[in-house]
């Protein structure tokens, strides 16, 4: 059997498909991935046999800013990906059985796996991307925030913002390959049984008549990569310090400046991890230590707090293993929703606000590092064991047979 996965975004979109691939492959099937060109996720790719087909631009370009393009050209860029997408997608697909896509960028998937006549299954990696009267839609970059103060009327703007940019050149294409025009685009994407790979008691999802989801786990791999020597020798010469990192997000450098120090001034060390905003130290000292790419699962254990962007992939290893959170939502896609989980299990502090203070960061500092928190954040960390990847490779090729 071969599958055909696919993704557009960052580090935190491709790498679930990744641990997707890899369970795949040890169960016999075959697998090919459609995501960005980046040469990072080429050599992700090649480094576990999966072929890549290059879809749109490289993401990291598009993120090379502390800004996000303006609303005029994520539009154009939402456009022309659809486009991309029809003319990609065809060949990728040729001689697979399933195509599995992975967030609201796949416009096309849905339509390309019909007209082929092979399945077809979405996922997403957080529950508040799915239509929900539990909860609001996640901020959509470029567009504007719907005003409305309960969540069905928020879904249903929503849909018609998914129509309004998608809804005319989804349909043309369609018609092009001979199949009928979609009225909702979003729901036609996401249709009624959608997988959620995020773990059930970190990240649960709560019954919603219409959807019929399919919670599978998180989709992961173990990483067993060392961590590097100096790193080593940095967190021997001490007590755990405190991680900064906001991974492929580009804050303001002053939200970074101000973390650390708010690290420093609880009496802590501090590790900034530079991530592709290429974050570096304010000033030379002994307490403080920045790193490039490592295993998060091997340093987490040995930090007393992760401070983080609000990424599902960071959020989830930082719970793993065991260690209070403070997390700077930006306001983009799910960062929101999981600095939400956070402070409703209360293992850390979370905060909505752009560019927050010197003191709202030492109060969420202070009580994210709190002994009870410590104690909740271990305890939830025992809890968090689900191999989600391998749950939805085996429910896959089920499905397929």
């Known amino acids: 059997m071969r599958v055909l996965l696919s993704t557009y975004g960052t580090r935190g979109d491709v790498e679930p498909l990744v641990a997707l691939a890899v369970r795949l492959r040890a169960l016999g099937a075959e697998a090919r991935m459609c995501a960005p060109p980046d040469e990072e996720f080429a050599e992700r790719l090649a480094g576990i046999g999966v072929p890549l087909v290059p879809v749109g631009p490289p993401v990291r370009e598009l993120m090379r800013g502390t800004t996000l393009p303006s609303a005029a ?14 003319d990609v997608f065809p060949a990728a697909a040729d001689g697979c059985d399933v195509l599995v896509a992975a967030g609201l960028a796949q416009i096309a998937a849905r339509s390309v796996a019909e007209a082929a006549g092979v399945g077809y299954v979405y996922a997403c990696y957080s529950a508040v991307n799915l239509p929900s009267p539990h909860h609001a839609p996640p901020p959509r970059p470029g567009w504007p925030e719907p005003e409305a103060n309960d969540n069905r009327t928020l879904w249903e703007l929503d849909a018609h913002q998914v129509n309004a940019q998608f809804g005319e050149v989804l349909n043309d294409h369609r018609a092009a390959i001979g199949l009928p025009p979609v009225d909702n685009v979003r729901d036609h994407v996401y249709t009624d049984r959608p997988w959620l790979a995020a773990d059930p008691v970190l990240g649960p999802w709560r019954p919603t008549p219409g959807l019929d989801v399919v919670q599978t786990g998180a989709w992961t791999l173990p990483d067993e990569r060392p961590l ?9 010469a001490g007590e755990p310090p405190v ?3 906001f991974g492929s997000i580009r804050p303001s450098p002053d939200i970074a400046r101000k973390a650390v120090e708010a690290s420093l001034a609880q009496g802590y060390r501090v590790l900034v991890s530079r991530g592709w905003a290429d974050l570096d130290l304010p000033e030379v000292r002994d307490d403080c230590f920045a790193i490039g790419e490592v295993s998060h699962q091997r340093l987490f254990p040995r930090v007393a707090a992760v401070v983080h962007h609000g990424g599902a992939g960071t959020t989830l290893t930082a719970a793993r293993a065991g260690v209070p959170q403070v997390v700077v939502a930006l306001q983009l896609a799910d960062n929101p929703y999981w600095a939400g989980r956070v402070a409703a299990l209360d293992v850390g502090a979370a905060l909505d606000e752009p560019a927050p203070t010197a003191e709202t960061l030492r109060v969420a500092f202070k009580a994210a590092l709190a002994p009870e928190t410590r104690a909740r954040a271990r305890a939830l960390g025992a809890r968090l064991r689900t191999d989600g990847a391998a749950v939805a490779a085996s429910l896959l090729l089920d499905t397929l047979r």
């Open 73 to 86: 050209e994520l539009s154009r860029y939402r456009t022309e990906m659809v486009g991309t997408q029809f």
């Open 228 to 236: 590097p020597a100096e790193l080593v020798a940095f967190l021997d």
């Open 243 to 245: 991680y900064v990192g």
